[in-house]
């Protein structure tokens, strides 16, 4: 173990191929989950894309968002605690929020009572698919995460992405972009995962770990026609 | 004659799971593999492919469209479709083609029924 010197040495952020493989095989079977546990919700087939994984600074993160969906978005935002810890976001832009929630409750609710439980839809959608992502991640790598309740954030990216004390603006952000989408409700979505240098450390350490579980016998001879 | 199993999945890290857990359970199979629908439609015109293991969720082609463009490569192959997307549209297309729901993180456990019913499909020569 040396994670104090994590706090002082500059960490490698770049993933090895394989650790981004894995984490983002962990990711959609996290999202798969969810997309099932969606599905049920709102009565319509939720289709995904391929994951795709990159670590940047939170500042990177908040530009690509604002570049592909603007300025108005509305994160769910869940903190998480444990052998590594931060914050995971859903983000899609402000524009589809309503028609997601109508998604969710049906069309008969008159839409001033959509606007009503606006807040409360979002989180509950959030809830299921960051859960389903942390609770997966957590239990094939054989830990325990805690996750707070879900918080409905609006605004720009860098609102979203920014960091609670300054002096931690060093932080990064493991961006996990999926596409998902509800039939002909075009919504995209992203997942991130905003974490400290330690903690993102930590689930690189774990990532190894679990990739040489994996890796540990029998795989060298396989056949490649 | 040996039996040939093909695993298709983009991650390597789950193909390299899916490859043990056939190892464990079926030591005398030949495994083979694909990253892509393509690369694995390719194989299945090519080689004697006798069980195929897909990945749902790949670019190009998802796993149900590869299932369907096997089934008519080959009629009778068992097929199980790799996933925990397992929502009523995607259970709906994979029974179509005849596919069988495996559930991912891929187990030995999840395997073994899969792995042995299409044993036992298997022409008499393979034993």
């Known amino acids: ?225 | 004659m040996t039996t040939t199993v093909l695993i298709v999945d983009d991650s390597k890290l789950a193909r390299i799971v899916a490859a043990k857990a056939i190892t464990a359970l079926k030591p005398t199979w030949q495994r083979i593999e694909a990253s892509n629908a393509d690369e694995a439609l390719e194989l299945v015109s090519q080689n004697h492919i006798d069980v195929a293991l897909l990945d749902f969720n790949m670019p190009g082609k998802n796993g149900v469209e590869l299932a369907g463009e096997m089934r008519k490569l080959r009629p009778s192959m068992p097929i199980a479709l790799i996933t925990a997307n397992i929502q009523n549209e995607v259970v709906a297309a994979a029974k179509a083609v005849e596919a069988v729901f495996v559930a991912k993180p891929l187990t030995q456990e999840g395997l073994q029924d899969f792995l042995d019913s299409a044993a036992r499909a298997l022409p008499a020569e393979h034993s």
């Open chain 1, 1 to 225: 173990m040396s994670d104090s010197t994590h706090h002082r040495e500059p960490v490698k952020l770049t993933l090895t191929e394989l650790e981004r493989d894995a984490l983002a095989e962990l990711a959609n079977i996290g999202v798969s989950r969810a997309a099932a546990s969606l599905r049920k919700m709102i009565g319509q087939q939720v289709i995904l894309s391929v994951p795709s994984v990159e670590v940047m600074t939170p500042k990177a993160a908040a530009a690509l968002v604002g570049e592909r969906e603007g300025d108005k978005l509305v994160a769910v935002q869940q903190a998480f605690s444990g052998s590594f810890s931060g914050r995971a976001l859903l983000i899609f832009p402000q524009a589809k929020s309503l028609e997601l929630v109508r998604a969710i409750i049906g069309p008969q609710v008159p839409t001033e009572a959509v606007q009503d439980i606006e807040d409360e839809a979002l989180a509950e959608t959030g809830n299921i698919i960051l859960n389903g992502c942390l609770a997966t991640m957590a239990n094939i790598l054989n830990q325990s995460l805690s996750v707070a309740l879900p918080e409905v954030l609006r605004g720009t990216g860098p609102r979203l992405f920014e960091v609670a004390e300054p002096s931690s603006d060093e932080g990064l952000v493991l961006f996990l972009y999926i596409n998902f989408s509800i039939l002909d409700l075009d919504m995209r979505g992203y997942i991130a995962m905003l974490m400290d240098l330690p903690s993102v450390a930590n689930l690189r350490r774990l990532l190894d770990e679990f990739i040489t579980s994996v890796m540990d016998d029998g795989t060298e001879d396989l056949v490649t026609l």
